[in-house]
Every structure is written in structure tokens, then in C-alpha cells.
């Protein structure tokens, strides 16, 4: 009796794996994995139906297809974030000889000017509403260890300077 009841529940099996595999379009991993029947025991018998080779020639096609698609993106978003950091380079070169040119000038930049240009090093002093440079920053004799008299520090990094 209880070797009919298996052979019944064979044959349901072989039928459901028989329709997520052709109908479903799932992989035998997942069949496997959904009916807690080992891998060999799928691979056998979806080989032995004729639809077999057939889809498993519709399913090479289709992820050759998605594997063209995969290449595709990847290659134009590499080429759009080589043109981004090409362009984020250029921007940066052009700063560079902008900075270059303020500084090789002869004429002397007075306080207010270089803290404009290089305002990362100093800080605002909230009570006399002065620039201060860093205590952790070196540097020469002639840099400003306090600019006074910046009504608005924030306004320094814009053209707008009050002083």
C-alpha cells in the first residue's frame, strides 16, 4: 500500500516539475529548492521530455540576449563616468592656473585677499567677528595670523566681502 501511495506522489511530482520547469520557466535550482527534490532527480526527467532541447535552446538565446544588454549599459556608463571625471579634471586644471596666475603676480595681496583665497585655514572668531588662523596650521611670517574686522565670514568664499 504504501508503495502505490509513492508512486502517486512520483507521478505529481514529475508533473509539477514538469510544469515549472516548461510552463513556469523556472531554473531546476529553484525547483529543487521549491519541492525539496534533489537535482539529479529534476535534470532527469525534464531531459526526458522532447520539449527539452527546444527550451533549453530559448533559454541560451534569451541570456545571450541579457548578457548584450549587461555589456551594453556597463560600457556606456563607464564611458559617461570617464566623460564626467574627464570633465571634473579639465575644471580642476583650469583652477589650477587660475591659482597660478593670482599668485605669480608681483603686485602683494593684502590680508583680506589671501584669507578670500585660502579661507580652509582660517576660522571665524564669533566675538571680535575676526578671521584667526588654525592653531594646528604652519606657516610663513608674511600670512596673517588674524584678519580683521570680516563682518560676515561666510560671505568671504562669494565676491560679497564686508569690511
Avoid: C
Avoid at 514538469?18 to 510552463?23: D, G, K, P, S
Avoid at 531554473?27 to 521530455?49: A, E, F, H
Avoid at 568671504?156 to 564686508?162: F, L, P
Wanted: aromatic share 8%.
Amino acid at each position: 500500500m504504501l508503495k502505490i501511495k509513492t508512486k502517486l506522489n512520483s507521478k505529481e511530482i514529475k508533473d509539477k516539475i514538469i510544469e515549472l520547469f516548461f510552463i513556469k520557466h523556472l531554473r531546476p535550482v529553484d525547483i529543487s529548492k521549491k519541492l525539496n527534490v534533489g537535482m539529479s532527480y529534476i535534470t532527469k526527467i525534464i531531459q526526458k521530455d522532447s520539449r527539452y532541447i527546444g527550451e533549453k535552446e530559448s533559454r541560451k538565446s534569451e541570456a545571450k540576449e541579457k548578457i548584450k544588454v549587461k555589456k551594453r549599459v556597463y560600457a556606456q556608463n563607464k564611458r559617461q563616468k570617464e566623460k564626467q571625471e574627464k570633465q571634473e579634471y579639465q575644471k580642476m586644471l583650469i583652477q589650477i592656473n587660475r591659482d597660478n596666475e593670482y599668485l605669480s603676480t608681483k603686485k602683494k595681496e593684502n590680508d583680506l585677499q589671501y584669507a578670500k583665497w585660502n579661507r580652509s585655514i582660517y576660522e571665524y572668531d564669533k566675538y571680535s567677528s575676526d578671521l584667526v588662523l588654525k592653531d594646528n596650521i604652519n606657516t610663513g611670517f608674511n600670512v596673517a595670523k588674524r584678519v580683521s574686522n570680516v563682518v560676515n565670514p561666510n560671505m568671504i568664499k562669494s565676491n560679497k566681502i564686508y569690511v
